[in-house]
């Protein structure tokens, strides 16, 4: 059964009023995590020992990167790779709290944290409240819950700045999409989804636009290249298409993140599947209709050397998801909605990715590129 979401200006308002609200990813029951959320500049000690009580999650602060700049907050782990990897160290405020896990402690900390001329000497590491930094350009780039939460309060009138917390069951289970809808019923809490954040976005907003196009040949044969710039980064990134793109018929798609020992050495795995660019950009050849999207994001020192270690078969060392996939699904989602894909054919890993439905993206499965 669908949940029965609020709009996003409905949730805007609450936000604006200083209530609380609770996102989730998707419209889905299944695969689904939420947060309660308030504004951070409306956050109180009442908002915090509700999220402790009842949410029962740890409770984080989303911030611009500016922002982090700003308080001179360092990321918790230098390099580091995953969906988390977005945590800063953890943060008290300097002054005017006791021993700083009070449900009035944790507020004043994120009062001192987004006052408008904040200084790094406001607050102390480490702490009780734990920052989240938001990507530029925010659900449009990674279609997460701390972007969202930035977005919502810029969206509500506020800073660009929210609490959350995740919502576990009273077992201590990452609550699913039923057991979100019962939570925000039961607290009269308004819900609504990132994906319906995303599409609200997109209806005026892009941050990518085209700036090249036209056909070229490859080894693998004739591609169309459309090329876009990205206004909040200013990278580059490519896009290669061949067939007839249409949003009602499956397409054969890869977006792709530069790896030198799988695309330059075309090292392989002996038993997992290897998406190296050449072996993609074959598939869709092979298929008539296809799109291969190459996105501007450089290969980090550890991220290589993790390749090698793969590569040479260290013990101990297990292919994961690469950080970028986490954070580059959104810039990777609108350029696939700007040629027109709408049912994918997915060329990469079976993980989850969050609130692709904004986009009018739909995965229907997932291939190896030898198939």
Known sequence: MSMELNTVDELISDLRQGRMVVVIDDDADSNNE???????????AKHVTF??????????LTLTEERCQQLDLPPMVEDAQGEKANFTLSIEAATGIDTGISAVDRARTVQVAVAPHALPGDIVQPGHIFPLTARPGGVLTRAGHTEAGSDYARLAGLLPSAVIADILTPEGEVADGKALREFAA??????GSIADLIHFRMVNERTIRRIREGAIDTQYGEFRLTVYRDQTADDVHLALSCGEIRADEPTLVRVHVQSVMRDLVTSKLSDRPTWNLGSCLQAVADSGRGVVVLLAQAEGPEQLLASIDMALGEPGVEPGVLPSTYTTV????????DLGVGKIHLMGAPIKYNAISGFELEVLDFVDPGQ
Do not use: Y
């Not at 939420?34 to 109180?44: D, I, K, L, S």
């Not at 039961?186 to 819900?191: A, F, M, N, S």
């Not at 959104?330 to 909605?337: A, F, V």
């Open 186 to 191: 039961h607290h009269d809490l308004k819900i």
């Open 51 to 60: 999220m402790a009580r009842q949410a029962r999650g740890l409770i984080c």
């Open 34 to 44: 939420g947060v309660v959320m308030v504004a951070a500049e409306h956050c109180e």
């Open 330 to 337: 959104g810039l990777g989602s609108q350029i696939l909605q």
